[in-house]
């Protein structure tokens, strides 16, 4: 395996890790208009943020570990492809805490909307 493939392995990793919390209630995946809604105003703000920086030559990516693939903005595909995935990590760990203390009887704070 070629080390250009490491941070998309990473992001495929995470991704492998936090799906089965989707199964313990977490209830991410099963509103894709909600789960857009949380994460893609970011990931654009986050996605102009390094565009920018990479222009400026202020931000650099190894091509040694990065698969040269630039499809927005001159952002690599990694880079993109982790301003998605650990949001919706984040968001199936979120759930699945909010569900499990559910269950048990124990308040969970105030509802995400």
Request: charged share 15%; aromatic share 10%; net charge positive.
């Amino acid at each position: 395996m070629t080390e250009q493939w490491q941070y998309l392995l990473v992001m495929a990793a995470c991704l492998l890790v936090t799906v089965p919390l989707e199964f313990l209630g977490a209830r991410v995946y099963r509103n894709p208009a909600r789960l857009a809604r949380a994460v893609l105003p970011v990931a654009a703000v986050f996605l102009a943020w390094d565009a920018i920086a990479i222009a400026a030559r202020v931000w650099t990516f190894n091509p040694r570990y990065v698969t040269g693939l630039r499809p927005v903005f001159g952002v690599p595909l990694e880079e993109l492809v982790f301003f998605l995935v650990v949001p919706a990590c984040a968001l199936l760990v979120h759930g699945c805490v909010r569900a499990l203390l559910r269950r048990s009887g124990q308040p969970s704070g105030g509802r995400l909307r």
